[in-house]
């Protein structure tokens, strides 16, 4: 495999670097360039929405972008991964490792089953759904209830760490400036009574985009005979121009027993952390609402059942 630098009608520049410091080298030339892996939502820009990117970078031969490891604080997958490789390396993780230590990556499996179909899971990328930051991503919500930590590197090789929580700042605008790219993902194991679920409801069932999605997570600690709520996350997709915490939701819970009779005053508190507005983008407002409060509903019985 060689270096590519291709020059197109209009100016245009591909090139695709086989080393990161190339990649950083490139973007300190071209700040704007776009970098591209799966080109599904590139693509979809140039052709139908009349977008004009002069630069493009392919990082899909970069080798540090495309790294699957197991580490002790979780696992670390490069931003070039595609969708479906990361769905195979999940997989195996979860039939070798203890089942309570897999418990978010045994969500991002069932939410990836999910998510387009095979074609665009074979070439999509973890990084390019994260960056495009769309408000509906089925991964979003759930890289921020799980605790994910994003990594990213400026030009200089400089390498910080932030939370998926803190990346996403506005419509389609995240926390990487034009000399940055995003490294990786790293996505933590869970602990014995620490449960994750994923939430996906479309029109239909393949190949669909979601009306809401959430992803949830709950750490249940043992005391005289109570299961308090040690920590808890609850992030809903497509109800907001990005992935919203429910936060005084799960200020209320945290210190909780959990037991039914949380139910009703978390129902009520969802309603004032999940505004739908009668006007919201998307429509159907009451079923949106609606489904905010069954995804938690949902939860709340599969955690009941999977702790006994
Ligand atoms: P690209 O188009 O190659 O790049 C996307 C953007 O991310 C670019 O702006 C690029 O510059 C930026 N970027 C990529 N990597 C980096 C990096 N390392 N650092 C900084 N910026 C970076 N999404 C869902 O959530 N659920 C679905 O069910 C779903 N279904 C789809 C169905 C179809 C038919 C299509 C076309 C798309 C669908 N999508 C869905 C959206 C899309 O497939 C995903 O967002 C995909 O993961 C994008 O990855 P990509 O590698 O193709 O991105």
């Known amino acids: 495999v060689m270096p ?10 591909w090139f695709r670097p086989l080393k990161l410091n190339q990649v950083l ?17 590139v693509g ?13 970078i392919s990082v899909t031969h970069v080798p540090e972008l495309n790294t699957l490891k197991v580490k002790e604080d979780g696992i670390h997958i490069g ?26 990556c045994q969500a991002i499996v069932r939410q990836l ?38 990594q990213i590197t400026d030009v200089n090789g400089n390498v910080r760490t932030t939370l998926a929580k803190d990346f996403f700042l506005g419509y ?5 400036k034009p000399n940055e ?12 009574f620490e449960y994750v679920k994923e939430f996906k409801q479309a029109h239909r069932r393949e190949d669909d985009i979601a009306l809401v999605n959430a992803g949830m997570r ?10 308090i709520i040690s920590d808890v996350s609850i992030v809903y997709g497509g109800v907001a121009a990005v992935p919203l915490s429910a936060s005084k939701t799960e200020n209320f819970l945290t210190g909780k027993n959990w037991n039914f009779e949380l139910l009703d005053d978390t129902f009520n508190l969802l309603k004032e952390d999940i505004p739908l507005s009668e006007n919201a983008p998307g429509g159907m407002v009451e079923f949106r609402r609606s489904l905010t409060l069954s995804f938690f509903f949902k939860f709340f019985l599969s955690v009941t059942h999977d702790m006994n």
């Open 4 to 13: 590519l630098k291709l020059k197109g009608y209009n100016e245009i520049r």
């Open 25 to 41: 080298h490139l973007k300190s030339c071209y700040p704007d360039a776009k970098l591209i892996i799966g080109n599904s939502e």
């Open 44 to 56: 979809v820009e140039t052709k139908f929405k009349n977008a004009q990117y002069k630069v493009m």
């Open 79 to 104: 931003s070039a991964v595609r969708l479906a490789q990361l769905q195979n390396f999940l997989k195996k993780v979860i039939a070798e490792r203890d089942l309570p230590e897999t418990s978010s």
């Open 113 to 150: 089953k999910w998510f387009a179909g095979t074609q665009i899971r074979n070439v999509a990328s973890v990084g390019g759904n994260i960056c495009t930051a769309s408000p509906i991503s089925d991964l979003n919500p759930l890289w921020m209830a799980i605790g994910a930590k994003f």
């Open 172 to 176: 389609r605008k995240v926390d990487i």
């Open 181 to 192: 790219i995003l490294l990786s993902v790293i996505l933590p194991w869970t602990r014995p």
């Open 218 to 227: 709950v750490y249940l600690r043992e005391t005289e005979g109570k299961w």
